[in-house]
């Protein structure tokens, strides 16, 4: 295949009347796909239908302490519930607390926190001057509406495949007391599907922040997420290495089952340091009397121990591991060789992220929704929705069917390649 930057302008005017003629026939089509949030589909939501039952006529209503969950008590979450998202998370049940139905509001409660009382006796942010915060780019637009919504200032920090790059990061965090925090998605990470490597992880935990109340939030939203048995990321522990590190309480890590049961319907956790979970813990006796324990309950009876939520997590690799490999060839048929785009191969996790020519992703976005399709909007991957170079766009393939995600990434590649063909003949 010829690069298309290699190409004459008149080979390129070819090109685009071919194109356009393309772009013409689909929207004939009239259709109306979605490739823009990471959403299971309905055939992964059935998966977990038992849950449904496991409450249902005369079950056991009572936790293993004896506790009516049916009824106010326990404010952090059944002691079975503890262990199997302690499970999940990698760490002690006494690390951790369970929360309601979605971690992304645990982590708008922890800098809402931070923000009126501050991080474990530290002044409240909202008393400082400025607060800024490090992003790792592209990343997980609702993270960065967050610290947006706060008016933290917001610092890009360029991704790699082996994580964030952790040289900017230890300058900036160790000269500027005003960064307090980091967000990251450490496996399978939204939108690239990288992991973060062990060297990585040992840097975040030897990390010597000027500010003593900076936290690296750890969203590990896809740890038990893996398309393939035999392939898998694996991602170092990192309480573990920062108990080490001398560093116990550096780190808010959070996980929830949204995409193992029902995204909106699961139950969240945050592990984290005695000292940390103590601070978490004086903040939620005021907010509730307690959470959700017959939805944990319910957790707890259908999955059972670790190996019950690996064995269900096969069953949606085998759903969305085609759907992954199928926009992976069209991708790679399609745009293969021609110079006019990158896109990432992931192993697990909801997204693959797409890099087009610079100047070309709002055009190419624009472009698919005009056709039918939706996408992510592009800059959402950057804080401010400013994607800097205007590339990045993020791919969700998990919610369409397969004949709705075949037809959807054709449309895209066809709008990639005009988008580009626009760009090179300066349009
Ligand atoms: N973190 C990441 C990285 C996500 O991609 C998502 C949503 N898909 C969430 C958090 C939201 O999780 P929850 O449903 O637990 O709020």
Redesign the pocket.
């Known amino acids: 295949m010829e690069k298309y930057s290699e190409m004459s302008r008149e080979q390129l005017l070819a090109l685009k009347k071919e194109l356009d003629q393309q772009y013409a026939d689909i929207k004939a089509q009239g259709l109306a796909l979605d490739m823009s949030r990471?959403k299971p589909g309905t055939d992964q939501l059935d998966l977990s239908m038992g849950m449904m039952q496991v409450l249902a006529d005369g079950a056991e209503l009572k936790c293993e302490t004896g506790v009516d969950c049916r009824n106010y008590g326990v404010i952090d979450g059944i002691p079975e519930a503890k262990r199997l998202l302690g499970e999940i998370s990698e760490v002690d049940p006494e690390h951790i607390i369970i929360y309601g139905n979605?971690?992304?509001?645990v982590m708008f409660d922890s800098i809402a926190r931070s923000m009126t009382h501050g991080v474990m006796g530290n002044t409240p942010w909202s008393k400082l001057d400025k607060v800024k915060f490090l992003c790792p780019v592209p990343g997980?637009d609702?993270h960065f509406k967050i610290t947006e919504f706060f008016g933290i200032e917001m610092i890009n920090v360029p991704m790699t495949p082996e994580g964030p790059d952790m040289d900017m990061v230890e300058k900036l965090v160790s000269e500027d007391p005003a960064i307090k925090g980091i967000w990251c998605?450490p496996k399978y990470s939204?939108p690239q599907g990288y992991t973060y490597s062990a060297r990585t992880v040992q840097r975040f935990a030897n990390l010597k922040p000027a500010a003593p109340d900076f936290r690296i939030y750890w969203?590990n939203?896809?740890s038990v997420h893996h398309l393939y048995d035999e392939d898998q990321d694996f991602l170092l522990e990192i309480l573990t290495e920062c108990a080490k590190a001398g560093n116990p309480d550096i780190v808010y890590k959070f996980t929830?089952t949204?995409?193992i049961s029902f995204?909106?319907s699961?139950i969240?956790a945050v592990a984290a340091s005695k000292a940390n979970l103590e601070d978490f813990r004086k903040y939620m006796q005021i907010q509730t009397i307690g959470h959700d324990k017959l939805n944990q309950l319910r957790h707890v009876r259908f999955f059972k121990n670790l190996e019950g939520v690996h064995e269900h997590m096969r069953k949606h690799a085998n759903i969305i591991r085609p759907k992954f490999e199928l926009v992976l060839d069209i991708l790679n048929k399609e745009l293969g060789g021609l110079g006019i785009g990158q896109w990432t191969t992931p192993k697990g996790g909801?997204f693959i992220s797409f890099d087009s020519m610079k100047g070309c992703a709002k055009n190419i976005v624009a472009k698919a929704k005009e056709a039918g399709v939706v996408m992510t909007g592009a800059g959402a991957t950057y804080p401010y929705g400013k994607d800097p170079e205007d590339s990045n766009i993020r791919i969700a393939p998990t919610f369409p069917s397969m004949e709705e995600l075949e037809k959807a990434a054709y449309v895209f590649v066809v709008c990639v390649k005009l988008a580009s063909v626009e760009k090179l003949l300066g349009e």
């Open positions: 990471g979605s971690s992304l509001n997980y609702r998605v939204n969203d939203a896809y929830s949204s995409k995204p909106g699961g969240a909801y």
